[in-house]
């Protein structure tokens, strides 16, 4: 969500900010929205002014018995009440739409994010390590993978479709080798702390973070409102067997249904661990706040269509260690660099060679002002591609949570600034490291620091 005082002292920033996006000029219909608004929110205290004077005359009148003067003072108070209500209606529908609108309106780019229409405008600021040198043809993960029996698209795909997959023995332990890797540099170096966060979250969570409404269809929804439409519909018919059903005790039953909280599966941990702050005001002494999670992530894809068809890089289901930081404004700057630098160490202590690119404006997410997105070096294609995103969301998502901090005792407050990254993307690591790692004869060399979570296995065969 956007500053509307912002948008008022300065409606050219804003819509310069917006341009650099590649966005229309929005601020003209944001403060129109605005105007109407404020002109009935000036009504409302107007009538409610008169309200209180009129209740005042009314004593007077009755002091002086004045019945015929009290009468139309209590008449006119009737009228106000009606002309009230309805105003008070006109401020939340006005209210409403104000907020919708402002609601799909994306973050403002950072002054030093580079200007651009897409990702071949992305800076590259730095690189690390250097791409392995094989005395063969180098291959994919999946080709390795399925060779060695232990990546199954196949089965995947009777069970629940494409983009799904099925590791089996030491690449499925290798995958909770990396993440367990990954947890423990994060939280034993690094100092985050290891959350375990629900999988399902409401539309208000998704709303703080940005993924609602705008990115409804990339998103899973979990169905819960119409399945439980379903079930006390049934219900209904259960209890009401052998005797007419009554239409009242249905629509008693689907309005009930109609109340019951949904659920979205969550695309990322960024959302229930950002979200930890929603609604709260913290005190500066906890800032920064750090936190990590291991989860399971889905998504859509909606806009995936014919992009990586084949093998782990673009999934329905995957697994991801999340960072999230929680800061004060002057901190997230320095949080962000200081995030990137934490998921780049996955890769070096992994010897992955890598790079890390500043994206432009029009590669930018939605809630975010600044990204530095982490490309690892994948041999079997012959390119970088990207394995982190590390984001500074300033106060956007905080506007949309109501999380705050107060900076001194007695004093206002303020919006904290929120950031998140992969750290790593546990899937796209496991390729990372399949194709980086992979021997002549199909084998797969286990990187030092990982050998420790599987038992001591040096490389992964048939």
Not at 73 to 78: K, M, Q, S, V
Not at 280 to 296: V, Y
Not at 326 to 353: D, F, W, Y
Request: glycine share 8%.
């Amino acid at each position: 969500m956007h500053d509307l005082k912002f948008i008022r002292d300065d409606p050219q920033a804003f819509d310069a900010a917006l341009k650099r996006r590649g966005l229309a000029p929005l601020s003209t219909d944001v403060l129109a929205r605005d105007a109407a608004l404020r002109a009935v929110l000036v009504k409302l205290q107007n009538l409610q002014a008169r309200r209180n004077e009129a209740s005042r005359q009314i004593g007077q009148a009755k002091a002086k018995k004045d019945q015929a003067a009290a009468s139309a003072l209590i008449a006119e108070i009737a009228g106000l009440k009606d002309q009230i209500q309805q105003g008070e209606d006109e401020e939340r529908r006005l209210q409403s739409q104000l907020n919708d609108f402002l609601a799909t309106i994306p973050n403002l780019p950072a002054a030093d994010v580079p200007d651009g229409a897409d990702e071949t405008a992305n800076v590259e600021i730095r690189r690390w390590g250097e791409a392995p040198a094989f005395g063969f043809a180098a291959k994919e993960h999946f080709e390795l993978g399925e060779a060695l029996g232990q990546m199954d698209f196949a089965a995947a795909a009777r069970m629940s479709g494409s983009r799904f997959v099925i590791l089996k023995g030491q690449l499925a332990r290798m995958e909770r080798a990396i993440a367990q890797f990954m947890l423990d540099l994060h939280t034993e170096e690094f100092g985050y702390r290891e959350i375990s966060p629900p999988l399902l979250v409401r539309d208000a969570t998704m709303f703080g973070t940005g993924q609602l409404p705008k990115f409804s269809n990339d998103q899973f929804f979990a169905g819960e409102r119409e399945w439980r439409r379903k079930h006390l519909f049934e219900t209904a018919e259960e209890v009401s067997a052998g005797t007419p059903v009554g239409v009242g005790d249905i629509t008693d039953l689907l309005e009930k249904a109609e109340k019951t909280e949904q659920f979205w599966l969550i695309p990322t941990a960024e959302v229930p661990l950002t979200n930890l702050v929603r609604e709260q005001i913290l005190n500066p002494s906890e800032l920064p706040l750090r936190f990590t999670a291991f989860t399971p992530c889905f998504r859509a894809e909606a806009g995936a269509a014919g992009k990586d068809t084949t093998g782990m890089m673009r999934m329905h289901q995957f697994a991801k260690v999340e960072l999230v930081s929680i800061t004060a404004p002057e901190q997230s700057a320095a949080e962000h660099e200081r995030m990137t630098n934490c998921a780049q160490e996955v890769l070096k202590r992994l010897g992955l060679h890598h790079r890390v690119v500043v994206l432009c404006t029009g590669d930018i997410g939605f809630a975010s002002t600044k990204t530095y997105d982490i490309e690892v070096w994948l041999p079997g294609q012959n390119r970088f591609r990207e394995i982190s995103s590390c984001s500074n969301c300033g106060e956007f998502q905080a506007r949309r949570m109501n999380a705050r901090f107060r900076a001194e005792q007695g004093k206002a407050t303020r919006f904290v600034h929120t950031l998140n990254g992969s750290g790593l993307a546990v899937g796209r690591t496991l390729l990372a490291v399949i194709e980086n790692y992979q021997q002549k004869d199909g084998s797969i060399a286990v990187p030092g620091p990982l050998r420790a979570y599987m038992r001591g296995l040096e490389r992964i065969s048939i």
